[in-house]
């Protein structure tokens, strides 16, 4: 069965500078959540969209932005890195808001 | 505090062992619960769905019980390839019905030989 898709898995940046993670939710899932998950922390929600607009925010800093584009995937654009950027990004999809999330493989992100 | 409570262990146990773990929330809101299994920071992937009638899948037994906003997974015969960190998760839609996830910081089981 076909699964969320994010790329990259690892991207390596400098602080300051800016990254781009892309995920590619189940066929026929409108909704896609984005998480954070730092060194020993559990995910924390950042955003989520359902029918290509913003749903939810979360605890996502203002250098940090998303969408999710007609064909449903989503982007989440990173800005001015800093040290503690570095993390597991996970994006996960369902059916709608109610439904089970299935989380991607996830980017890992670290910036020097 | 944190919305969704758990020990975070760890628990050693041998094999065979019965294990259990508790969590609780603080959102009396919520809507939906689950447990979701997380290997070596890999993606969580959903163990099972928690429902106030409690639900069991093989060896895997979850409760819940809303009054007390409390929740549990048992583990019976535990197998080494059991060995991971266990999220107790929950959806506090409410009336946005968002979908976000909340998540607990995790128990971490390591089933010995």
């Known amino acids: 069965a076909a699964g969320v898709i994010q790329s990259p898995r690892h991207l390596i940046k400098e602080k300051r500078e800016t990254a781009t993670l892309k995920c590619y939710p189940i066929?026929?899932?409108?909704?896609v959540y984005w998480y954070q998950q730092g060194p020993g922390q559990d995910p924390q929600f950042l955003i989520s969209?359902?029918?290509?607009?913003?749903?939810d925010k979360g605890s996502i800093p203002d250098r940090f932005s998303a969408q999710q584009f007609s064909d449903y995937h989503s982007e989440l654009n990173m800005s001015s890195l800093e040290l503690g950027d570095s993390a597991l990004y996970f994006c996960?999809?369902?059916?709608?808001?109610?439904?089970?999330?299935?989380f991607g493989p996830g980017t890992r992100l670290t910036v020097l | 505090r944190k919305e969704v409570e758990q020990d975070p262990g760890p628990f050693n146990v041998p094999e065979g062992a019965t294990v259990a773990f508790n969590c609780t929330y603080s959102?009396?809101?919520?809507?939906?619960f689950f447990w979701y299994r997380q290997d070596c920071r890999k993606e969580p992937k959903l163990l099972m769905s928690?429902?106030?009638s409690g639900n069991e899948d093989g060896r895997f037994t979850a409760q819940l019980n809303r009054a007390s906003q409390y929740i549990s997974l048992l583990i019976r015969d535990s197998k080494l390839s059991d060995s991971a960190t266990y999220l107790c998760?929950?959806?506090?839609?409410?009336?946005?019905?968002?979908?976000?996830?909340?998540f607990g910081q995790g128990t971490t089981l390591q089933v010995k030989p």
């Open positions: 928690v429902y106030s």
């Open positions: 066929p026929r899932h409108d909704t």
């Open positions: 996960a999809s369902s059916r709608t808001t109610t439904d089970t999330q299935y």
């Open positions: 959102n009396s809101a919520s809507q939906s």
């Open positions: 969209f359902y029918e290509k607009m913003q749903s």
């Open positions: 998760v929950v959806n506090t839609d409410g009336s946005s019905n968002t979908g976000k996830l909340i």
